[in-house]
């Protein structure tokens, strides 16, 4: 029962950041093109309500614990965050949200194979099979005729 929670809340993650990016490229529109202003007010929001709801659950006796112990690289997670709400909200209005979200997912999916494989930032060593590569080659396909299936019916009708 656990995994199908799991998978229903990434399914509803992944929702979320296609109207994250919507939604933040028109706030972007409204505040006269500001991508990195739209970002800054987005994340703002984001930090509050996660403040907010961290008051009311969060162990904060074992984050004052380990806080300080903790290496340079782990605070950089903040700062990539901050990196993927700017770049949605800079291409979504460019590029079509769908095609920002097919570019993050591939782009997801084969970093997070290489974390798996090589067990990078101490997470849990899971080999890149065969079919998890060729899985990620016939969605890199995919991607090709989304975003460029019109220019290849063109090419073939001349």
Request: hydrophobic letters at 55%; aromatic letters at 12%; proline letters at 3%.
């Amino acid at each position: 029962m656990n995994n199908i929670m799991y998978t229903l809340m990434a399914l509803a993650g992944g929702v979320g950041l296609s109207f994250q990016a919507a939604i933040n490229s028109r706030l972007s529109a409204g505040l006269g093109t500001q991508p990195l202003v739209a970002s800054f007010i987005s994340f703002g929001i984001g930090a509050l309500c996660l403040g907010l709801v961290g008051l009311a659950m969060a162990d904060w006796q074992s984050v004052g614990a380990g806080i300080g112990q903790q290496p340079l690289w782990r605070w950089l997670g903040g700062f990539l965050g901050a990196g993927f709400v700017f770049t949605s909200v800079f291409l979504a209005p460019r590029l079509g949200v769908t095609n920002v979200m097919f570019l993050f997912i591939i782009g997801q999916l084969t970093s997070g194979m290489f974390i798996d494989s090589l067990g990078l930032f101490q997470m849990p060593v899971r080999a890149a099979q065969w079919w998890k590569i060729a899985g990620l080659s016939v969605m890199l396909c995919g991607l090709c005729l989304f975003m460029f299936g019109e220019r290849l019916v063109q090419l073939v009708r001349h």
